[in-house]
């Protein structure tokens, strides 16, 4: 076990810090024009045991792309948004939680995915007392993820993949019981090790399984 538990209360202390280590992180940017630009949103809520945690989701069997795989919420771009429009919109859509601009604590790094997107992953606070109201035609479960899930020491695990010379990223979580791959499992990685401990790292390097490329 982590011994950092102090800063998993979900409260002010660990809003400012997770905001101030975000800001301090040089994110990297991809410019090409060929990606379709999606955003996803790493949601940070008060768990039932009253502890900081993000929210991950799995798509129901019936969606035709990435059916029934864990998801943090997100989607394309529309016309005219930004990421960060994107990603607040999505979440409002996806779990019910509508949140204005003023709660987004910062951005990571783009991930490019296998299938030609270019994902912005985006830290929203929403803290204690957040109702989390899940539509089911684009939601079939959710998970509350507690940062000591996250700041396990098994947390990533690394994979030779099948046709690349970067290894797969997977991370397992207690909490799901599952084990979750990249680009979500890359995308929890890095605000780990940037929101959580304060480490700038990188992951646009790491590989997604064949099942997450379509």
Known sequence: MIDQLKIYACD??????????????????????????????????????????????????????????YALPGGKLEDSENAIQAALRETHEEVGVELDESSVLGVMDDYQTRSGFCITPVVVWSGPNTLLKPDPNEVALV?????????????????????????????????????????TAAIMYQFREIAIFGRSTRVAHFDQPNFARK
């Not at 905001?19 to 996803?40: G, I, K, N, P």
């Not at 994979?159 to 909490?175: E, F, G, K, N, Y």
């Open 12 to 69: 002010e202390n660990l809003r400012v810090s997770l905001q101030e280590r975000l800001l301090a992180h040089d994110v990297s940017t991809f410019s090409a024009t060929s990606l379709r630009r999606a955003a996803v949103t790493l949601l940070i809520v008060e768990d039932s045991q009253g502890e900081a945690s993000i929210i991950l989701t799995r798509r129901p069997k019936t969606l035709r792309q990435h059916s029934g795989q």
């Open 143 to 183: 998970f509350h993820i507690p940062f000591w899930d996250l700041a396990s020491p098994d947390i990533p695990q690394l994979q030779d993949s099948v046709d690349s010379s970067h290894p797969v990223l997977s991370a397992p979580l207690q909490t799901v019981g599952h084990e979750v791959y990249a680009p």
